[in-house]
T-cell receptor, first 116, second 114 residues
Framework: DVKVTQSSRYLVKRTGEKVFLECVQDMDHENMFWYRQDPGLGLRLIYFSYDVKMKEKGDIPEGYSVSREKKERFSLILESASTNQTSMYLC???????????????FGPGTRLTVL | SQQGEEDPQALSIQEGENATMNCSYKTSINNLQWYRQNSGRGLVHLILIRSNEREKHSGRLRVTLDTSKKSSSLLITASRAADTASYFCATDAIFYNQGGKLIFGQGTELSVKP
């Protein structure tokens, strides 16, 4: 059974703290994604990665960075957390390296981050 | 920029009724997918329809795609209380020359009352 796991379901941090959100997939997928989800705004792509050590900016990369040192792990980093980064963060993975391929995404359960 | 727009934003029906959700998009696509999200959880893939297909079925789900109108609909027949969730359409726009990237709509919140 395919699985994407995220390090925490709930996280509370203070403004200015460095925050690490971890995501691990066990499907040997090439692609991994980080989204944030906010009421009324849907899912917005923060960063994604096609391969180890590769990363691409999504629609809202400001204030975030990512790391992909191993194929199965994709980390989202908030260098200095701010209150407007309070959100639900969703990680996903998919197989394939071309937009022409079937690209169903498998999601983790999400991390609800609150920045005080 | 928003590729997929769902309509309605919220839908409330009685158990046993059918639920129809619509999705419109702006650019040419390879395929369109529908996902479901239970409250506070991750998204789960429901069904994919390719740009050369017009209709697809999976259990109680029926998806249609009209590429001339750039729209899709998801029909859930004989709904159950357990179908209560948010439903999202997602497209991969051809002009995005990047593998596997999807663009999600804002979702339709479905409530099925017992």
């Amino acid at each position: 059974d395919v699985k994407v796991t995220q390090s925490s379901r709930y996280l509370v941090k203070r403004t200015g703290e460095k925050v690490f959100l971890e995501c691990v997939q066990d499907m040997d997928h090439e692609n991994m994604f980080w989204y944030r989800q906010d009421p009324g705004l849907g899912l917005r792509l923060i960063y994604f990665s096609y391969d180890v050590k590769m990363k691409e900016k999504g629609d809202i990369p400001e204030g975030y960075s990512v790391s992909r040192e191993k194929k199965e792990r994709f980390s989202l980093i908030l260098e200095s957390a701010s209150t407007n980064q309070t959100s639900m963060y969703l990680c996903a993975s998919s197989a394939g390296t071309s937009f022409l391929l079937y690209n169903e995404q498998f999601f983790g359960p999400g991390t609800r981050l609150t920045v005080l | 920029s928003q590729q997929g727009e769902e309509d309605p934003q919220a839908l409330s029906i009685q158990e046993g009724e059918n639920a129809t959700m619509n999705c419109s998009y702006k650019t040419s696509i390879n395929n369109l997918q529908w996902y479901r999200q239970n409250s506070g959880r991750g998204l789960v893939h429901l069904i994919l329809i390719r740009s050369n297909e017009r209709e697809k079925h999976s259990g109680r789900l029926r998806v249609t795609l009209d590429t001339s109108k750039k729209s899709s609909s998801l029909l859930i027949t004989a709904s159950r209380a357990a179908d209560t969730a948010s439903y999202f359409c997602a497209t991969d726009a051809i002009f995005y020359n990047q593998g596997g990237k999807l663009i999600f709509g804002q979702g339709t919140e479905l409530s099925v009352k017992p």
